[in-house]
């Protein structure tokens, strides 16, 4: 444990996390992950062991990992948020009465719907229990008996799909 105030620890440890959020590339939310590694360095300077070594790349390191961990909560609640709404893909996937849950007024509606119904079941149930259940990749790896990466690439291919077939049938009916 450092003995040193935290006012001036902060102030002197600054420069170090403005550099690590550039060497992340962290282009927005600084305040957020300024912040994070504030508390960092705070936890740092309270498991500090001098006999470890010296307190700067401890508090580095620390400061870094805050801010990945950040990234990660970041990435993983991108990953939850869909176009539409959790209710609209589980109508859609037509595990519930379609009118009762339909609150959506996007033209491309009618062909998300022509698009998942062109989707295998499995497909179906890999999408409504990301989208609709907003189970995790590990639980939807679990039960479709593959790696996490594997259910990731299955995702993004669907969503491809989807996206390729909504903008076909887009630009027929725009020809039309």
């Given amino acids: 444990m450092i003995n ?5 620890l902060l102030l002197q440890y600054e420069p170090m996390i403005s550099a690590a959020i ?10 957020n992950f300024r ?5 960092a360095l705070c936890q740092a300077c309270a498991r500090y062991d001098s ?9 580095y390191r620390t400061i870094r990992g805050a801010m990945l961990d950040e990234l990660k909560k ?6 939850s948020a869909s176009a539409f709404a959790p209710d609209t893909l589980e109508a859609l996937s037509g595990h519930q009465a379609m009118e009762e849950h339909l609150e959506v007024s996007d033209d491309r509606l009618p062909l998300l719907r022509k698009s998942l119904a062109s989707l295998t079941e499995d497909d179906r149930l890999l999408l409504f229990r990301l989208f ?7 639980e939807c790896a679990r039960l479709a008996g593959i790696s996490v990466p594997g259910i990731k690439k299955r995702r993004e291919r669907i969503l ?3 996206r390729k077939q ?3 049938m887009a630009e027929e009916e725009a020809a039309v």
């Fill in 4 to 8: 040193v105030n935290t006012e001036d």
């Fill in 132 to 138: 609709a259940e907003r189970m995790p990749y590990t």
């Fill in 51 to 59: 006999a470890r070594g010296h307190f700067a790349p401890f508090a």
């Fill in 160 to 162: 491809v799909r989807l």
């Fill in 35 to 39: 912040q994070a590694a504030r508390l």
């Fill in 22 to 31: 550039r060497q992340l590339n962290i282009r927005r939310d600084h305040d």
């Fill in 166 to 168: 909504i903008t076909a």
């Fill in 74 to 79: 970041e990435s993983r609640h991108a990953e």
